[in-house]
């Protein structure tokens, strides 16, 4: 018995040794291609979610075994099931600014990225945050914020620098770790609780940048900040609208009031370009969401993908996917970069498929519009694509008494969920789905819509869940791979694309499947009843991973070893 | 801005309550950011920076059927705020006049009906799964801080009224008309069959809409007529039933006896035909013009 014990106290202190000698994330990291790590949220900064990793590949992937599952356990009590054991092992590490959490319901589900880091991974869903062995599953540390409330809708995952973590709160504070035990270092606040602000967004560490999205339904503005990973200081904070009439953008809202209250959060990570130094992401919807009537003209710059100077701030160019948008169509998809041929031309390009329906080509360096092109059969809002490509809205399309038929529905064709790019393929590939909803004005008054209130909205049909990829060339549908269940099926997954020609992706009936990107014919499938987050790949000990996460519980795959 | 999973199609959940009680005559206030705390907007008069211009001027709402509440324990009001925001605001709003899919809660007819939450905690305790409403695990007590919360805000609104939110704005005859000829409609429903009293039977005018749209029952009339599949084995066989599930590796049915099956599927082994009867409701909205959606609805209207 004795003996016993020690053995499994030394054991225990090998792989206390292993994972503490090299826990620190070496930033050049963060400028590779995602290989061995997955160290930012798409894996790398291009935001393509393609791995150059093919020992899982098409000949083999019939293969791929449960290699381990990991339930989290959220909340101020036991830090989980499978946790580690022996000298310094934790318990759960609480923080916070109040005596008691707020209760909330339900434990939250992971819906962003988990970060791998020399055999670590750091998974975050809102107020709770964990190290987990990338090998087994076992939790190493958890920590739990008590929360003051706020919109718990989802956390899209951590930052990492150095050795030290970065995760946001609905509460609306940004909260810096220690990697190796899980130790607050210091939180800071982001944007004010009481104006109804919530954040959910990973940050982004770029350099000695750490980028912070915020956002709100209500009618405050959204920003996005940069903070000193070191010290927490705000470095510069670029605000989703003009300041002040007579600054550029203003000219296309009516007054500062409407200006002011313009909403367009932050929170979706965008991707960068290291040698162009800018940042590229997409700002929500305008508020009211439904109703233009108080802010007539294209309110810049919300519903727009915008290039921010990582070292000031500043802008360097927008485009708008969605002028004067009327139905929460923001335009927060992750955009992906690319270096690659246009009209027989090498570019550096610029993909996004937006929320409304339309996939946009862009020069990244200049914002230069190249393709406009619908990737979704339903889409009945747009009246044309003006000179500039971007579509014109049809203001028939408006929410009103006796109801305006609109597809998308207000989630859109894609939402949050991220697509990818396989530059062996060329194909840009992304989850749509196709809804169409009647969209009423509830409220008598158009000049007194707030936030995302005033309407009613109701689905009356929906047309298919799809993967779609998309020829980024010719804007040309390549393939349609049809989502096919009984009901409305599940949420729209994230795409993951690998160099084992391997596209990545959980279908409407909660299965995670393998197929191949070049067709969409379905190569492998587990059911895992809910595929919550995109999928991620990893290489460690010669083995490679395949990490997926449905609920609150993580499942890595591999080839039997 | 954010996106949840609407599980239902239908929005209506205590929203339908709220059309009913929804006056044309009130609207509601603009608000501040902040607005919410406790107290703030005991008022009916917003900062002036909130007005947005060429309103009329602010004035206090007129004395209406809302029921007039004594004011609340402030600590009850800024608790129930904290666990409404964690928890219904996504869906609700953070003001509660209604968010991302969740209808408005300050109008609904059981949030009005409602005194100290004990009407509240039935709906948040039980959900409305057919709705899409989950249920919350939250106590009575932290219930009634909601709906002390809920309960603190205006309900009236200090804006004048300009226009109508009246959801019947169709022609019942060119309704009548469309149905009878290039709406094709009558190729499977009749008003003196299956569509006889329609309009009675649908208080609400949006709910009847979204019927006839999507072809379902709503929960209002009868069930939604089910998908069947056939599915034709290597040998010839074929089985056929109502579909229960189906994807790229399984489809399940329960057949004419009541069994369950499943088969597995391999790409086009075994061969599967699925029949949705509500496909040509699906087919129609690519197409459909609002106007002619509204001119049926009118039409419908008149089948009491």
């Known amino acids: ?286 508020t009211p969401a439904f109703s233009g009537v108080t802010r007539e003209g294209d309110d810049l710059y919300t519903s727009s993908i915008v290039a921010l100077n990582v070292d000031t701030g500043k802008l360097a160019w927008y485009f708008q996917p969605s002028p004067h948008d009327t139905h929460d169509w923001d335009a927060a998809q992750t955009p992906i970069i690319v270096d690659g041929e246009f009209k027989g031309k090498p570019r550096k390009l610029l993909l996004d498929a937006s929320r409304n329906g339309y996939f946009f080509v862009l020069d990244r360096v200049t914002g230069e519009h190249l393709l406009t092109v619908p990737y979704a059969d339903s889409l009945n809002w747009a009246t044309g694509i003006d000179k500039l490509g971007r579509p014109v809205r049809d203001p028939e399309k408006d929410a009103s008494p006796g109801g305006a038929l609109v597809s998308p529905d207000s989630d859109g064709i894609v939402n949050w969920q991220p697509p990818t790019y396989d530059p062996q393929t060329g194909l840009f590939y992304v989850a749509t789905d196709e809804v169409y909803s009647v969209f009423y004005r509830t409220e008598p008054n158009v000049r007194a819509l707030q936030g995302l209130n005033g309407i009613q909205e109701q689905r009356v049909g929906q047309m298919g869940k799809y993967i779609t990829a998309i020829d980024y060339k010719t804007g040309k549908i390549a393939w349609r791979h049809l989502q096919v269940s009984v009901g409305e099926g599940e949420s729209n997954t994230g795409l993951t694309t690998t160099a084992g020609k391997l596209l990545f992706g959980g279908d409407a009936n909660g299965n995670l499947v393998a197929y191949d990107p070049v067709n969409g014919k379905p190569l492998w499938h587990t059911h895992l009843g809910q595929v919550s987050n995109a999928v991620e790949t990893y290489m460690l000990d010669g083995h490679q991973y395949i990490l997926a996460a449905s609920g609150d519980t993580l499942y890595a795959f591999a080839l039997n070893f | 801005m954010h996106r949840v999973k609407i599980v239902s199609f239908v929005l209506l959940g205590l929203g339908a309550a709220a059309l009913v009680a929804e006056q044309p005559s009130l609207s509601a206030p603009v608000q501040e950011p902040g607005a919410n705390e406790p107290g703030a907007n005991q008022t009916t008069s917003p900062p002036p920076q909130a007005q947005p211009p060429g309103l009329p001027p602010a004035r206090v709402a007129p004395p209406s059927a809302y029921p007039v509440r004594p004011p609340a324990d402030p600590a009850d009001v800024m608790r129930g705020r904290q666990i409404f925001s964690a928890n219904c605001s996504f869906c609700h709003g953070s003001d509660a006049r209604g968010g991302e899919g969740g209808p408005n809660l300050i109008r609904s007819q059981l949030v009005l009906d409602d005194k100290k939450g004990e009407l509240i905690a039935t709906v948040v305790q039980n959900g409305r799964p057919d709705k899409g409403m989950p249920k919350f695990d939250l106590t009575t007590e932290e219930i009634s801080t909601i709906a002390a919360f809920i309960h603190s805000m205006p309900v009236g609104g200090r804006a004048a009224t300009t226009g109508t939110v009246d959801p019947l704005v169709g022609d019942a005859k060119a309704g009548e008309a ?88 391999q790409g086009d082994f075994p061969k599967v035909v699925v029949k949705d009867p509500l496909q040509p409701h699906l087919d129609m909205l690519r197409t459909l013009k609002d106007e002619d959606i509204h001119n049926l609805t009118a039409y419908l209207v008149t089948l009491k």
């Open chain 1, 1 to 286: 018995m004795k003996m016993a014990r020690n053995i499994v106290l030394a054991i225990s202190f090998i792989g206390l040794a292993g994972a503490v000698s090299a826990q620190g994330l070496d930033p050049v990291l963060l400028t590779k291609p995602a290989t061995d790590s997955w160290p930012t949220y798409s894996g790398d900064y291009s935001g393509r979610r393609f791995s150059s990793l093919k020992q899982i590949n098409q000949t083999n992937v019939k293969d791929l075994g449960l290699a381990w599952v990991s339930h989290l356990a959220p909340g101020p009590g036991p830090t989980g099931p499978f946790v580690r054991h022996g000298p310094g092992n934790p318990a759960t590490i609480i923080g916070g600014e109040i005596e008691e959490a707020v209760p909330v319901r339900g434990a939250g589900h992971i819906s962003g990225a988990v970060l791998q880091v020399n055999g670590i991974l750091y998974v975050s869903i809102p107020d709770n945050a964990w190290a987990v062995d990338a090998r087994n599953g076992m939790v190493l540390w958890h920590y739990f914020w008590k929360t003051k409330g706020g919109t718990h809708i989802g956390n899209r995952g951590m930052g990492m620098y150095k050795d030290w973590l970065y995760f946001e709160t609905p509460d609306d504070y940004l909260v810096s770790l220690e990697a190796k035990t899980g130790k607050e270092r210091w939180h800071k606040v982001i944007s004010d609780f009481n104006e109804q602000y919530f954040s959910t967004i990973a940050p982004i560490v770029i350099g000695n940048h750490l980028l912070v999205g915020t956002a709100d339904d209500l009618d405050s503005p959204g920003f996005l900040q940069s903070f000193d990973p070191e010290t927490g200081d705000l470095q510069w904070k670029w605000y989703s609208e003009p300041e002040k009439m007579g600054d550029p953008g203003s000219q296309t809202w009516p007054n500062l009031d409407a200006m002011r209250h313009g909403g367009a959060g932050t929170w979706v990570p965008g991707s960068y370009d290291p040698n162009l130094h800018l940042y590229y992401f997409g700002t929500a919807n305008p």
């Open chain 2, 178 to 265: 469309y149905f009878n000829g290039p709406g094709k409609c009558f190729t499977c429903h009749s008003v003196t069959g299956d569509l006889a009293g329609i309009g009675a039977k649908y208080v609400d005018v949006r709910a009847l809409q979204g019927a006839m749209l999507s072809g379902e029952g709503r929960g209002e009339l009868s069930e939604a007529p089910r998908k069947t599949v056939t599915v034709t084995l290597r040998t010839g066989q074929t089985v056929e039933g109502t579909l229960d599930q189906i994807d790229d590796f399984i489809v399940s049915l329960t057949d004419a006896n009541g069994v369950y099956r499943s088969f597995p599927r």
